[in-house]
């Protein structure tokens, strides 16, 4: 299963070659405003503007889940809202791991194979958690992006074998882009507002 929004530009998009911070998120968002057929602002958000929509991104789905929702409907072909849940903890967890190890200066170990084999790989990984506990492991695993995320010895983040590394900026907006995204997809089947 592909995620939905890859068509989602957040997980992968080769257009996108800057490792500085600035032209990094520059190129994200006019990638991204392309992709959605929209102009978006020049103006660049600071890291800390970012960290903060990162977390609120994370919380917001947190707070999705804990509202003792049917998780077995269906959000898209093959994944259950379940199946949304691990498929994003997953990332978050590889997220918070390669972050740590730029940080302890440890070499990195990002996810192999093509989006789609990853995909399935999460969501099958995540399968045997309970939400619970799947909250509890994204929970965890911002602790530790928030942790890390300033640390000096952080330059670029990886985030699959074969894809290039973002800027600690990048993977910030990525990440939110895309837990937003499935954040939309919830909130539309749910008809929550």
């Not at 996108?16 to 602002?41: E, I």
């Not at 503007?49 to 049917?70: P, R």
């Not at 790989?121 to 965890?140: A, P, Q, W």
């Not at 010895?153 to 800027?167: A, C, Q, T």
Request: hydrophobic share 35%; net charge positive; with cysteine.
């Amino acid at each position: 299963m592909v995620c939905a929004e890859q068509q989602c530009t957040n997980h992968a998009n080769p257009s996108l070659r800057s490792g500085a911070d600035v032209k990094g998120q520059a190129n994200v968002r006019r990638t991204l405003a392309r992709s959605k057929g929209k102009k978006m602002k020049k103006q660049l958000l600071s890291f800390n503007e970012q960290l903060l929509l990162e977390q609120n991104a994370v919380e917001e789905l947190i707070k999705i889940f804990s509202n003792n929702i049917d998780t077995s409907v269906i959000i898209y072909s093959d994944w259950n809202a379940k199946d949304v849940l691990g498929h994003i903890t997953y990332w978050h967890l590889g997220f918070a791991r390669n972050l740590s190890d730029a940080a302890f200066q440890k070499t990195q170990n990002p996810f192999k194979g093509s989006l789609t084999e990853v995909n399935e790989r999460g969501v099958k990984e995540m399968e045997n958690y309970s939400i619970e506990e799947l909250i509890t492991k994204i929970r965890e695993a911002q602790i530790q992006i928030n942790i890390n995320i300033g640390n000096k010895n952080v330059d670029l983040i990886e985030y699959k074998k074969g894809s290039r590394p973002y800027s600690v900026i990048e993977h910030l907006e990525v990440t939110r882009r895309h837990i937003t995204w499935h954040i939309k997809d919830l909130k539309k089947k749910y008809e929550i507002m």
